[in-house]
Structures are given as structure tokens and as C-alpha cells.
């Protein structure tokens, strides 16, 4: 967890783009997610991302990882879901394997002692049926607290210099990881900041509204750091 790229990772990635080079191929590098983490069901961030922010939650204690304490729930009330559902509107809902199992989120969840948190999306029987294709279509995991409460904090912790140290910085060394991958390869064409980030916030009204001008300061603050740097990037971003 501290924000240094492993050696591993780096080498299968520069053995994927030269493989791809060799057939004439040309990468663009994607900086994907899905629900931001496997520890909410999805895959991008590093586990330990979310885990650190449920650490520092605070005396609200947000949800921002899914274990038996912080079960997979909805951002939305209770309450407004039932009149959005009266009013014909389609509602997702979190779904359980077993509606008998007392602790269907302990599987692979941090802290759990019960499988690598790594693979939690694919590990946890009750997150599959959350993270399928039909689940994915209804909006599960992109509504859940989880989610919505982890991109909040992501999208603003260039703001605040814990929050900085703690998750900016991180994602910094990563693009800069992956714009020298551009600078060491010709065949790579440019390199994207986030793939469909998602929206952030609820079940506030006022931090959901306010998301995407968050999501537009998170990357002015990561250009105006490369430019900072002494040697600033030339690759291409999107």
C-alpha cells in the first residue's frame, strides 16, 4: 500500500504492449475500473485503496468496502426507493446466494480472513450476483454506498493533504507509470486518465449535483501536477 508500482506488474505490462508491437498493433492504455474496486465488486483501484478510507472513515463510518460490518447496501434511503418503486420507477436491489447464510459478506471481504480481498468480486458468491450482466444493467453496484462514498472521497482527496498523501499521490505514480510506458514505446498512442468514472455523492442530492464539477477539478489537479514535474510528460492524455 505504498503507491509504488511492482516490478511484477510492469513487466507483464511491457511484455503485453511489445507482443502487441510485434504484430503491428497499436495499444492505448486504459486506466480501467468497474464499481472502482474488487472489495465493492468490481476491479480497478488496489484493495487497499478502499480499505485505508474504511480505516479512516471517521465517527460517521461510511460504508466504503463490503464486509460483515458494511454489507453490499443501496446509497439510496429505504424509504425513497419504495416511492421510486410506486412510481414505476425500476429500482435495483442487492441480491444474497443464500438468504440463510448470517455472514454472506465475509468471504474474501477485508479483514475477514477468508480469501484475498483482491477477489472479493469473483470470490464472494453473494457479490456475483451483484456484479453480473443483468446486475450491471440495473445499476447495483455503480448505487450502492460503497461506490458512491469511495468516488466522492477519490475525486476530491487532491483537496485535502492527508487525503492527498494517502490516494492522490498513488494514482499520480500510476499515470506517470504508464505515460513512460507511452515514452518507451511507439506503438502506444496515448494514454486515459479514469475510465467511466462514476457518479459520486449519494444519497446527498448537493454531492451527486456537484460530481462531475469534482470529477473535472480531480483532473485539472492531476495535469497541473504533471506540468509540475521536472520533467513534465508528453504523452497524450485522454
Known amino acids: 500500500d505504498s503507491g509504488e508500482i511492482d516490478p511484477s506488474f ?14 503491428g498493433v497499436y495499444v ?3 486506466a480501467h475500473q468497474d464499481a472502482l474496486c474488487t472489495t465493492n465488486g468490481g476491479e480497478g ?6 480499505a485505508k478510507m474504511q480505516d479512516t472513515a471517521g465517527w460517521l463510518n461510511k460504508s466504503y468496502i463490503t464486509s460483515p460490518d458494511h454489507p453490499l447496501r443501496l446509497a439510496i434511503p429505504d424509504f425513497l426507493q419504495e416511492i421510486l418503486t410506486l412510481s414505476g420507477l425500476p429500482i435495483p436491489s442487492v441480491k444474497l446466494a443464500d438468504e440463510s447464510d448470517p455472514d454472506p459478506w465475509r468471504a474474501y471481504s477485508v ?10 468480486n469473483v470470490g464472494n458468491v453473494s457479490m456475483r450476483l451483484n456484479n453480473c450482466d443483468s446486475a450491471w444493467g440495473e445499476g447495483t453496484l455503480i448505487l450502492s454506498a460503497q461506490v458512491q462514498n469511495a468516488a466522492h472521497r477519490f475525486w476530491n482527496s487532491h483537496a485535502s493533504p ?13 499515470v506517470r ?18 475510465n467511466e468514472p462514476p457518479i459520486g455523492g449519494l444519497p446527498s442530492f448537493v454531492k451527486a449535483m456537484a460530481c462531475r464539477r469534482d470529477l473535472f477539478s480531480f483532473y485539472s489537479a492531476v495535469l497541473e501536477a504533471l506540468d509540475d514535474d ?9
Open 177 to 194: 507509470f504508464l505515460c513512460s510506458i507511452w515514452e518507451a514505446n511507439s506503438n502506444v498512442v496515448a494514454v486515459e486518465l479514469f
Open 111 to 120: 479483514g475477514g480472513n477468508a480469501g484475498n480481498p483482491a477477489y472479493m
Open 162 to 174: 492527508k487525503e492527498r498523501q494517502a490516494y492522490f499521490e498513488p494514482y499520480l505514480n500510476f
Open 28 to 30: 492505448f492504455l486504459d
Open 45 to 50: 483501484f488496489p484493495w487497499w485503496i478502499t
Open 10 to 23: 510492469a513487466a507483464r505490462l511491457q511484455e503485453t504492449v511489445q507482443a502487441f508491437a510485434s504484430e
Open 230 to 238: 521536472s520533467e513534465p510528460t508528453k504523452a497524450p492524455l485522454a
